[in-house]
């Protein structure tokens, strides 16, 4: 299976302060069909979570446009530009280029 | 609007069996798969498989074969999670999500104890 490891797995932050979340594989996630298949989630406390970016770089329906992805390949990252309360909680990192979808560990982001 | 609206929370004993539906509505059914995923208690987030919501059939992650069912009640909008022979690991919180996981379930608690 394929392994996403991010980076950092705790995030400290100020309101107002610019983050990024890296998400490493260790497959390429290139598809055959020329996709990549790379999605970003956040998971507040005690919610589902919900999609923000999908593959690699497009906004999910109703996210704000303070969160932006890229990278290509093994490497990508997440960025929230000006962190805002509703941000906090754990952000998620996932595949679907190979069999089986897997996920990253998780990187929660707290208030510093 | 879109919604997959699961069923309640569960507690079960060790060897019994839990079902666990999402109903959907806002779009039509059997244009976009649903799939299922894993949550233990403060842990991450693990894929359990997958149903093509337009011929039913059903494809499990290796760790999910065997006591996982996934199944549909297509004029219902319904998807089923059904697990049997219930173990200590198999608590924790049950989501469904749509298509290219852009809409998710609430969730379900499943707690198994004796």
């Known amino acids: 299976d394929v392994v996403l490891t991010q980076t950092p797995s705790i995030l400290s932050a100020t309101i107002g302060q610019s983050v990024s979340i890296s998400c490493r594989s260790s497959?390429?996630?290139?598809?055959?069909?020329?996709?990549?298949?790379l999605y970003w989630f956040l998971q507040r406390p005690g919610q589902s979570p919900q999609r923000l970016i999908y593959?690699?770089?497009n906004l999910g329906s109703g996210v704000p446009n303070r969160f932006s992805g890229s990278g290509s390949g093994t490497d990508f990252t997440l960025k929230i530009s000006g962190v805002e309360a509703e941000d906090l909680g754990v952000y998620y990192c996932m595949q679907a280029t190979h069999a089986p979808p897997t996920f990253g560990g998780g990187t929660k982001l707290e208030l510093k | 609007q879109i919604q997959l609206v699961q069923s309640g929370p569960e507690l079960k004993k060790p060897g019994e069996s839990v079902k666990i539906s999402c109903k959907a509505s806002?779009?039509?059914?059997?244009?976009?798969?649903m799939h299922w995923v894993k949550q233990a208690p403060g842990k991450g987030l693990k894929w359990m498989g997958w149903i093509n919501t337009y011929t039913g059939k059903p494809t499990y992650a290796d760790d999910f074969k065997g006591r996982f069912v996934f199944s549909l009640e297509a004029s219902a909008s319904t998807a089923n999670l059904q697990i049997s022979n219930l173990k200590n690991e198999d608590t924790a919180t049950y989501f469904c999500a749509r298509g290219q996981f852009g809409d998710w379930g609430q969730g379900v608690m499943v707690t198994v104890s004796s």
């Open positions: 593959l690699v770089s």
């Open positions: 497959q390429s996630l290139l598809d055959s069909d020329g996709n990549t298949y």
């Open positions: 806002g779009y039509t059914f059997t244009d976009y798969a």
